[in-house]
Nanobody
Framework: EVQFVESGGGSVQAGGSLRLSCAVS????????IGWFRQAPGKEREGVSC????????YYAHSVKDRFTISSDNANNTVYLQLNSLKPEDTAVYIC??????????????WGQGTQVTVSI
């Protein structure tokens, strides 16, 4: 059984930082691209960032590029997302996902429960 343990969400003021963690078990970590989507009320789910742990290649949505950084700890099957210079529009539930493809997609194979990030003015 594939399990996700997501943590690190919370409430911060604009300009602040958070670090999200996603620990994954039950799958061969290197066979998957692991990343984060976010879902805000009334908005479509958005792919934020992902990393292919087999080669370290990364992807960032334009809206977060240069503010968010994704990394992986292959020894512990964990992916981290560092969120800097947070804006109110970053407020959403951040959901970890695992995809056999080169990039996470809406058809990702496995999904976590999500962690709430709230950014206030």
């Amino acid at each position: 059984e594939v399990q996700f343990v997501e943590s690190g969400g919370g409430s911060v003021q604009a300009g602040g930082s958070l670090r999200l963690s996603c620990a994954v078990s039950g799958l061969t970590f290197r066979d998957y691209t692991i990343g984060w989507f976010r879902q805000a009320p009334g908005k479509e789910r958005e792919g934020v960032s992902c990393i292919d742990s087999s080669d370290g290649s990364t992807y960032y949505a334009h809206s977060v590029k240069d503010r968010f950084t994704i990394s992986s700890d292959n020894a512990n099957n964990t992916v981290y997302l560092q969120l800097n210079s947070l804006k109110p529009e970053d407020t959403a539930v951040y959901i970890c996902a695992a995809d056999r493809g080169a990039r996470i997609s809406s058809g990702a194979d496995y999904w976590g429960q999500g962690t709430q990030v709230t950014v206030s003015i």
